[in-house]
């Protein structure tokens, strides 16, 4: 079954304690990426990446850290988290920029106390 | 300021009722997605609409893409309770130059019985 997968789904930590939230896709896509839906403002890209070793800002970086080692994982890393990084988070990906294959993950809720 | 605008940002309709969620862009678009998120979970692709004047229909939603390819409109006819959940549009901006897709705030839709 076509999937993209995160992990966990729900976590809750404490501000500057560093975190990495786990993204992975079993469809051999080129592009992934990580969003963040916060109510009021909608669904924002953080991070995306083209192909492997290959990553670029997207909309709201700050805060976070991306790599792209192997095709299938693409891992969003908050180094020092702060309460304003609560949030949902989405990962996708696709096959390149034909972005009617993105599939999306379940989703990750976030709270930073 | 916003990119993309979604109109309206909620809807309440009685089941079996027709309604209509717009989906509108100061600039050309290159290609216009429409997703559905249940609540809490991730997106799932509905249609894609390139060509201006485009007409695409899964079951009972219909989405068109305007002449000018600026605004894209997704009517429900008959509406029924597994309808409801939020509905983005997302749309990819050539003159954005980069590799990405943008997204509306979304418009919530409710279903009364």
């Known amino acids: 079954e076509a999937q993209v997968t995160q992990n966990p789904r729900y976590l809750i930590t404490v501000t500057g304690k560093k975190l990495t939230v786990t993204c992975s896709q079993n469809?051999?896509?080129?592009?992934m990426s990580w969003y963040r839906q916060d109510p009021g403002l909608g669904l924002r890209q953080i991070y995306y990446?083209?192909?492997?070793?290959?990553?670029d800002k997207g909309d709201v970086p700050e805060g976070y850290k991306v790599s792209r080692k192997e095709k299938r994982n693409f891992p969003l890393i908050l180094e020092s988290p702060s309460p304003n990084q609560t949030s949902l988070y989405f990962c996708?990906?696709?096959?390149?920029?034909?972005?009617?294959?993105?599939?999306f993950g379940p989703g990750t809720r976030l709270l930073v106390l | 300021s916003q990119e993309l605008e979604q109109s309206p940002q909620s809807l309440i309709v009685q089941e079996g009722k027709n309604l209509t969620i717009n989906c509108t862009s100061s600039?050309?678009?290159?290609?216009l997605y429409w997703y559905k998120q249940k609540y809490g979970e991730g997106l799932i692709f509905l249609m894609m609409?390139?060509?201006?004047?485009e007409e695409k229909s899964h079951e009972k939603i219909t989405a068109k893409l305007d002449e000018k390819k600026q605004q894209s409109s997704l009517h429900i006819t008959a509406s029924q309770p597994s309808h409801a959940g939020i509905y983005l549009c997302?749309?990819?901006?050539?003159?954005?130059?980069?590799?990405?897709?943008?997204f509306g705030k979304g418009t919530r839709l409710h279903i009364l019985p």
């Open positions: 996708a990906s696709s096959f390149g920029r034909a972005f009617e294959t993105q599939y």
């Open positions: 469809m051999n896509h080129e592009y």
């Open positions: 990446s083209m192909n492997v070793e290959v990553t």
């Open positions: 600039k050309t678009l290159y290609g």
């Open positions: 609409l390139q060509k201006g004047g």
């Open positions: 997302g749309a990819d901006i050539p003159s954005r130059r980069d590799d990405k897709i943008i």
